[in-house]
């Protein structure tokens, strides 16, 4: 089977990204005007806020716990809200230690495409993995794990990076008459972003909130995703924008 457009584009990001050290990649996505007010048909998806992603964690994003008290702010805003969580297995095919010589942050080609190869993190049932002890979200409903396939990776919180796996998530939130999301946590250029992209191409109106997030940033990959959203029709806005 052909990869689709979107596949084929997505993986010359992260491609260009990690082995062409791509930087200064420009271009800002559409930021919504005026305040917003959620309804009973949006909802507040929150990426991987997870130890592992944070400070003393095995794969920490600068500033990754300053989300938390914003993303709590917000959820009061939000009838509807889903939460996703790294869960790999030991020994997954991100990690650059199941690959011998490879170091991480290099890249390896799997079977559904280039890889980016990270530290062993958010390794399923330990600590590191736990969603963050200050999370405060007294209506989230939904977990959605991922990455728990050994061999395929999975940024998104809609379709795993073989590009042909669901994670049932568009299937829950359109049985549920949503139509609109707000895209928040960890990190911006690589999981926000797969899942603002997704929820894209599945027709739901979307946003990235952008002070509820914060990026790895490697070589410009926060630029390009930036870029890449903006191209897709993803609105960037502030927290200070949602009523």
């Given at each position: ?206 946003y990235v909130i952008e002070d509820a997030t914060r ?29």
């Amino acid at each position: 089977m052909r990869a689709s457009a979107s596949s084929v584009s997505r993986r010359r990001v992260v491609q260009s990204i990690m082995a062409l050290g791509l930087v200064g990649v420009m271009g800002r996505p559409l930021r919504a005007a005026g305040t917003i007010k959620p309804d009973a048909r949006s909802a507040l998806i929150v990426v991987d806020v997870q130890n592992c992603f944070v400070d003393g964690g095995t794969l920490p994003v600068k500033g990754g716990a300053d989300v938390v008290p914003v993303i709590n702010k917000l959820a009061s805003h939000f009838q509807n809200i889903v939460v996703t969580q790294d869960w790999h297995t030991p020994g997954h095919a991100s990690f650059a230690s199941t690959h011998a010589g490879k170091k991480p942050f290099e890249t390896v080609g799997l079977s559904y495409g280039t890889q980016v190869l990270w530290p062993d993190h958010c390794v399923q049932g330990s600590e590191d993995a736990a969603l963050h002890k200050d999370l405060k979200l007294p209506t989230a409903q939904l977990i959605i794990r991922k990455g728990f396939h050994k061999d395929v990776d999975s940024y998104s919180a809609f379709e795993e990076a073989d590009r042909k796996t669901a994670t049932g998530l568009a299937a829950y939130l359109k049985a549920r008459s949503i139509d609109t999301v707000f895209v928040t946590g960890l990190a911006t250029d690589f999981c926000v972003a797969w899942t603002a992209l997704d929820a894209r191409k599945l027709g739901f109106t979307t946003y990235v909130i952008e002070d509820a997030t914060r990026a790895i940033d490697l070589n410009g990959s926060l630029a390009a995703a930036w870029k890449q959203m903006a191209e897709a029709g993803v609105k960037r806005i502030q927290a200070g924008d949602i009523a």
